[in-house]
Structures are given as C-alpha cells and as structure tokens.
C-alpha cells in the first residue's frame, strides 16, 4: 500500500463544503451501457456535499466524479473517473460522471496533449478518491464512535463489522464534506483494483449515438448570432482592404468587421501560434447566410512584411522570425536537398564517429521526406462566446485551455478571472486544438457585436489556414566493417521549420559511434503539435533504415533489434538515453510471439517497426497483400507496454485509430503548397483513409505490467509508417523514401502496365 | 425567404428560410436537431447523413427546397428510445472516440440495412466508404453493423 502525501495537491481541494443541487443535467454512466435494474436506479439527490474539487456526494449515495481533462476522442472523460471510483470505492454503476469547467485553482492539470493525462492524473486523481473515502471512514467513526481502522468500504457502503452497523455513502456526507482533508492518505494496492483494468463503456456512448448535443458547434443560446471567418489567401499575406457595403445587403447579414487577436505590446506565449493575426468576420442570423456573405466577399490583400517578436516559451524568451514571400512546396524541396548537404548542429555526439566512417569497409546513406499534414478534425474549428462588459463565457474545443486564458484576457481586456472557458467535447484534436485562438476570434466579435456568437470555419478554413505538421527530411547513414557489422552511425534531419530529432532515442546508446545532427528552415507556414510530434516522421525514417541495415548485413529484422537493444541494456553507449531497452526489448518480443512473425499467412508481405515516446514502448508488425498491383492492408498486431492499462477494450480502440491513422498517412496525407496557398482545401482534394482501406484486422497487445500507466493516444502512431514501409519493400522489392506512399505506388503500377 | 413544410421525424415542422438553404442548416441552425454534423459542406465526408424516403442523404447538399413532401429522418428520430440495433451495436463494441462521425456513420449504415439486412463484409465497406472517421474506428464500426444485422 502506497502512502501519499495530500499537501501535495492541497491547491486542488478547495475548503470542503456542503453544496446545494445544482440544476445540473446528469448522465449515468449505466445509461451508457445496458438498460438499468430497478436496484441500480438512483433518483435525483436533494443535496450534493462536495469532498474536493473531483469528487461530489448526494444523500442517497448518488456520486458526481468530475473529469477534469478536456474530452477530444482519447476517452479520459471515462477512464479519469475510472481512476477516482476506485479509490473511492463506489459501484461504478452508480456514478455520474460530469465534464469539468476550466478552473485552474481547483485541478492541476486540465490539458489534454502529449498522451499525459492519464500519466500524470494517476496519482492526483487516485489521491482525491482516497482522500474523500478516508473523509466518509472518519464521519462514519465520529457518528459511530469507533476506531476509523476498524471501518471497511465496498460499492459505495461503510462498514464496522464488529458492531454490524453499516451505511451508505450519502448518509455521512454531510458530515464528511465538513471534516478536516487528512493530511496523509493510503492508495489502493494493485491487486486489489476492481476497476482500474476492466473495460468500461464511453460514458458519453449513449449521447453519441442518439445525436445528442455535445459539441461547442451545437451550443446555442437565445439571441445568439453566427459568425464566419475570412482568412487572407495564403501564407505571407495580409488585409489591405475590403468592401463592406455589398455584403450588408445580403439577407440576414448584420456586420462585417476586421479583428485582432494581439494588442500592441502584447508578448506571445508558447501556444500562441496563430496563422493570421488580424482576420475578418461576418456575422448574421444562421450560418448559411454568413456563408453566402463569405462567399460573396471581395478584398484586396497584400505581402506581409517579415515579423519578429519575442514569444514566452514557459519561462524562456525566444526570439521569433516570421519571413516574408509566398512558398512552394517545390522551392521547400530544393532547399532541403541543400541542407541535407551542408553540417548540421551537432545535438550528440558518441565515440569518433567521422574516423569510423573513413574507415568503414561500406557506408549506406539513405534520405527519408515527409511532406506537411492538415490535423483534418472532422468537427471544423468553431467556437461559442458570450462577452459583456464585465466577462466573457468562452465555450469552445480546446485541449489547452490554460495556454489560451492570457491571449483571451489581453485581445478582451478582462481580467483572467472574469473569463470562464467551459470545456466541449471535441469532434477530434490530434494535437491541433492545442493552439485555441478560434477562442479569441470568437471572444473579439461578440465583443464587438454585443451579443453571444457562435463561429464557425467551412472544411476549406479549417485545413486551409491550419497548425500544420511540419514537413521533415532525415538523412542516415550507416558504417559497416569488413565482417558487415555496425560500427558507425549518423542521422541529419531537419524540417521546415523544426527538426524532428530526438538525439538520445534509440538507437543512440546501442553502437560506439554515434552522431545526430539536425538543421531547421525558417518559414511562415504556420506549424505545430500533430499527434506524436516529430515522432510521427522520424520513426518511420529510422525504423525503415534499420530494416535496410538488417537486410544489408543478413539479418532478421526483429533480431537485428534486439542485438542493439541488448548492447544498450548490457553496455550502453553515453549517457542520457531517453528509453529502458528491456522493455523496448520486451515490445518487439510480444509483437514476434503475437504475429507468429516466422510463420506469416500465405501471401502475405509482413513488416517490422517499433519505437518509444511519451513514455511508452511499442512494436508493430504489419501484413499487406497485393491485389494487382493494389497493397491491401491485412493485419496488424501490436505490442504495447504503456504500463497499467485503466480501461483496456477503449485503450484497445485508440490503438486501434492510432494505426488506422498511421497508415492513412503513411499512403495518403500531404498539404503542398503554391505561392503561400495551401493547394488542398476539403475532402475531394485531401484523400483521407476510408472504410474500404482499413485493414482487416487489427490486434492489440498490452504487456502485462504494474508500473504506473503511461501514454497511449499517441505512441502507437509512430511505428505504423515503417511497418508499411517494410512491408511495401517486401511487397514490391522497392523501397520508398517520400511520404506519402501512394503517389509512388501509382506510378509504379502504371509502369508494370 | 419561403416557408417550407417539412416532415422530419414524423411530425410537421414549418419553416423560412432562403430555398438554397441546405437541410444540413435548416436542420441544425432552425430546428435545433443538431445531431446531423457539418464536416465538409460538399458532401464528401458522410457526417451530415440523413434519411430522405429512406434512402442516405448528405443534408449538406440536399436544398430545403427538394425536401418538401419527403419522409425526413435524422439521428435523433432513428428510434424513440435510441435503441435502433445500430445504436446498441454501436455501444456494445464502445465504438466512438471523438464521436463526430458516428451519428452519420449509424444512418448510413440503418439506411444501408434498409436495403440489405444481411450485407457482406465488402457489402458493408462499399456502403460506408463515403463516410470518414478522423478517428478510425473502422473496423469497430464494421463490427457493429454486423452485430446489428444478427439482430434484425
């Protein structure tokens, strides 16, 4: 039994209580699921007694467990509850589980990116169930005049058996919710979860399928206007000017006005990453008539001068440097084939690297490209906000509240704390609603207009003025020695405008000589957070030139691996390596057992990948057949050691997308651009992966584990664009470097004909 | 502006608006029935699929004004208590993540067991094709929609 210390999380227990109902609307997580028995059915409360900010108490044993992080699709607003009810100590048919408000002083860490929340709400979240167990053991004592150490709690009841008196819940409440938080608290021992580790349904399932409002682009309110945005047309341009008066005469049109989102003065933080500072709105009475307004709209724009300014990156001053010019995919090319040439910035450096090579009996260099990707959520960037004079309700899809409040408080100026951002399920997020000025647009024109809004951008808005995922290049090469083993290796990659290097990966650690280099272009496309951030490119460069090294030097792709792996379990090279190769190592040993990897199906081309982020070890392997010259995706089996898994047939699921996900990408995702302009803008341009490529089968594979659970929305992403990879050269006998795959496919095929 | 008389989930609704006015809007900005989502406008991503007669629509493209005098059906009249097979399907194999999608994705699929109650799996992908999940939670969708047919 773990003892946690409460003082820790003190800021996120407000003093306790007694709370009147709220008018609140309630969802049973039992009216997810299957219909209720008449025994499981609770009614209203007529008091709610608050514990802590997470955990709420009605007399008749009803709980209200809050979760705290936004909701995009990874299902925390159901395992976060998950991990309350456990230590509490409740019938998890009987709770209500509510969607928390932005209310920083209340819980810690209401961000939903960097597969964290769960890993980080661990232990918070556990200490607030037991905290408010620990509170109703001591009202139950107090009431019953007993040892607290000789009362038991099960499904929500209290027990003292030497005395057979025994209560629910809600009957010491009242009492609870006015006693002392306890200073020190006892967690759960593993093997006593009954929650944690069983698979429970979506709390908001039934909602979802009956087409319930749960998105901030079905909120409405009485009064409320609708506003649609116009961008500048293209990267490296701005307003110059526009012609109002025609558009005021169309139907249901009330105003059309300029907006900015920065104050001068104003220093941006790190998310404050917005493609056009200064936008235009119209706003009308539905949104198909500011549609038709948006497209009757006529203006005159200009190139944008170079910009700098300083931005606050948690602390640090970073100086930033947005270009003039309009950009094109092909001049971005040409110049990142120049990169490739020249030395980068040395980022670790292992042994002497560059003797090795010259004395390398053969080096193999190969360069792997990405192009930029549109996140592509289904529900399009939208926003409702009410301003008056004195505070502004934001309700809107933000996985990062808190990185937005302060461009809110200064573009309104409010102080923060008469700001409430309220939280909405999201229609998707992949890292893009990060990055929430949506928030802002919507905030400034019902300041402007004096009435509640809601904004909303058309598909062609949304992938065209985005938060892309960069474009990357890695360059790698490899020295063998006269016995074709690995001596040397060298990786130098880059991107427009970020490296997506992480130098102490694997397989740094695992060879003598080791060097990483990396090189950046400056550009003013705007980019940022896409599911599992420069992971998602440099795996697949790296975990397809090893497998082009194992083939090399005559080996099986998976042993290969596990050779490096077992050098950095057993005598690892430098220092600081980022990862544990025995649990790397254990990843790639589930994978091979679960794929009966040397005993493929007939007619199946089969590829290896595996890699680590956000905490967690992952390894897949992926099986193609060619129909035609047309690769059908088979099956894919992954292994996965996140550590405890909360709720495993939903973390199953997210696996499951994340591949799905991956090999889209891998065949299909790109965003050129020509003169600054984005050169697909919805759907019929941009090809996503639809029903008939998914594969046929997907297996996901937990290890078995006790260690505290780590991320999972994003590191099963990153291996998928390898194993495709690996699996088309052994369908094709052709190794492709340029992502995505598809084009090169086509072209390939149209030669066999 | 006209007013049209509408039949959408069995009960008459009246209302005026601009002809051009797609359901999509009529449905979600008039009627409050916002269950039926905007995703592309061009009727390329499948989330704003109804019933018109029966037969799957993209509402995003579908004037008001061809709609007058047709059975319409969104997701919230697919059954009176949500508990159309699909949408307990759905539930049973926990389908949705971000949930966007799903709403056009279960009236495809109804529409598609109008026609065919016992489709194949090729069936099924062919049916759905038109429908994206940014998620990809394909393969739990094509597993709940044969979880359903079993049961209908």
């Known amino acids: ?753 | 502006m006209a007013i049209f008389n509408l039949t959408i989930n069995g009960k008459s609704k009246q209302v005026d608006v601009d002809p051009n006015t797609p359901m999509l809007w009529v449905l979600r900005d008039h009627l409050d029935l916002v269950g039926t989502k905007f995703g592309c406008g061009i009727a390329q991503c499948g989330a704003c699929t109804i019933h018109l007669d029966g037969t799957a629509v993209r509402s995003c493209s579908l004037p008001v004004s061809s709609a007058e005098g047709a059975e319409i059906t969104t997701i919230e009249g697919l059954s009176e208590n949500g508990d159309h097979p699909l949408q307990e399907a759905w539930i049973e194999h926990d389908v949705p993540q971000c949930g966007y999608c799903q709403a056009g994705q279960i009236m495809t699929a109804a529409a598609l067991l109008n026609d065919n109650p016992k489709p194949s799996d090729e069936e099924i992908e062919n049916a759905l094709n038109g429908n994206i999940c940014r998620c990809g939670t394909y393969l739990r969708i094509k597993a709940a929609v044969k979880t359903a047919a079993q049961k209908l």
């Open chain 1, 1 to 753: 039994m773990t003892t946690v210390n409460t003082k820790l999380n003190r800021r996120s227990f407000l003093k306790v209580s007694a709370l009147a109902g709220g008018g609140m609307v309630l969802s049973f997580s039992w009216l997810a699921g299957c219909k209720p028995s008449p025994e499981e059915t609770l009614g209203m409360p007529k008091e709610w007694f608050e514990l802590n900010s997470y955990i709420k108490i009605g007399e008749n044993g009803a709980v209200t467990l809050f979760s705290p992080n936004p909701e995009f699709g990874s299902n925390v607003k159901t395992s976060m509850p998950m991990i309350l009810a456990e230590e509490l100590g409740v019938n998890w048919k009987q709770v209500i589980v509510e969607q928390a408000d932005f209310f920083p002083e209340r819980f810690d860490r209401q961000f939903t990116g960097g597969s964290q929340g769960i890993r980080q709400g661990w232990i918070p979240l556990r200490t607030a169930g037991a905290t408010a167990r620990a509170m109703l053991i001591a009202a139950a004592a107090q009431t019953w005049k007993v040892d607290p150490k000789e009362i038991s709690t099960e499904n929500g009841h209290l027990e003292h058996k030497a005395s057979g008196k025994k209560v629910q819940y809600g009957q010491v409440a009242s009492l609870a919710a006015t006693l002392e938080v306890p200073e020190e608290v006892k967690l759960k021992d593993i093997q006593n979860f009954t929650i944690i580790g069983t698979s429970k349904k979506n709390v908001d399932g039934k909602k979802i399928v009956t087409g319930q409002p749960m998105y901030a682009i079905d909120h409405k309110v009485e009064g409320m206007k609708y506003a649609a945005i116009v961008h500048p047309p293209a990267f490296g341009m701005r307003i110059k000017s526009f012609e109002k008066s025609s558009l005021m005469g169309m139907p249901g049109i009330q105003d059309v006005f300029t907006i900015k989102l920065f104050k001068e003065g104003y220093e941006r933080n790190f998310f404050d990453t917005t493609t056009f500072p200064e936008v235009i709105a119209i706003v009308g009475n539905s949104t198909w008539e500011v549609l038709q307004a948006k497209k009757a709209f006529q203006a005159e724009w200009e190139n944008a001068p170079e910009s700098k300014f300083t931005m606050d990156a948690f602390g640090n001053k970073i100086p930033v440097t947005v270009p003039a010019g309009l950009e094109n995919t092909s001049d971005h090319k040409a110049k990142m084939a120049e990169y490739i040439q020249k030395s980068g910035n040395i980022l670790r450096r292992d042994g002497d690297p560059e003797a090795a090579f010259q004395k390398a009996a053969k080096v193999i260099e190969r360069t792997y490209n990405a192009p930029f990707l549109a996140h592509n959520t289904m529900e399009p960037i939208n926003c409702f906000a009410d301003v008056k004079s004195d505070k502004a309700v934001i309700y809107g899809p933000t996985q990062a509240p808190e990185f937005i409040m302060n461009t809110l408080a200064q573009a309104l100026d409010l102080p923060k704390e008469n700001i409430q951002i309220n939280l909405a399920r999201m229609g998707g997020g992949f890292g893009r609603r990060a990055y929430s000025h949506h928030m802002v647009e919507a905030a400034l024109i019902s300041q402007k207009i004096q009435a509640p809004v809601k904004m909303v951008y058309t598909r062609e808005d949304d992938m065209g003025y985005g938060i892309y995922r960069p474009t990357y290049s890695a360059t790698y090469r490899a020295a063998l020695d006269e016995n074709n083993q690995l001596v040397a290796f060298h990786v130098k990659a880059g991107g427009i405008p970020e490296t997506p290097i992480h130098p102490n990966r694997f397989p740094a650690g695992a060879i003598d000589h080791y060097l990483a280099e990396s090189w950046e272009i400056p550009s003013n496309i705007t980019i940022g957070a896409f599911r599992a951030p420069r992971s998602n490119f440099i795996a697949g460069a790296e975990q397809s030139f090893l497998d082009e090294l194992a083939e090399e030097m005559g080996k099986d792709p998976i042993e290969f691996r596990l050779e490096l792996l077992k050098r950095a379990q057993t005598n690892p090279v430098g220092e600081n390596n980022d990862y544990d190769p025995k649990r790397y190592a254990g990843v790639l040993e589930l994978v091979r057992e679960k794929s009966k990897w040397s005993n493929p199906p007939a007619g199946v081309h089969r590829g290896v990948s595996a890699y680590f982020c956000h905490n967690s070890y992952v390894a897949e392997v992926l099986d193609l057949k060619m129909e035609g010259s047309t690769p059908k995706v088979e099956n894919v089996y992954a292994a996965v050691d996140c550590g405890i898994v909360v709720n495993p047939d939903a973390a199953a699921n997210m696996g499951e997308g994340a591949i799905v996900d991956g090999i889209g990408n891998a065949f299909f995702g790109e965003l050129a651009f020509e003169n600054g302009k984005p050169t697909k803008r919805n759907f019929d341009q941009y090809r996503m992966i639809r029903q008939q490529e998914a594969p046929k089968n997907i297996q996901v594979h937990f290890v078995d584990s006790t260690e505290d659970p780590t991320g999972l929305g994003e590191p099963l992403f990153p291996p998928v664009f390898a194993a495709v990879a690996n699996a088309l050269y052994k369908a094709t006998g052709k190794r492709l470097y340029d992502q995505p795959f598809q084009p090169k496919l086509e072209e390939m095929s149209n030669l066999l004909r």
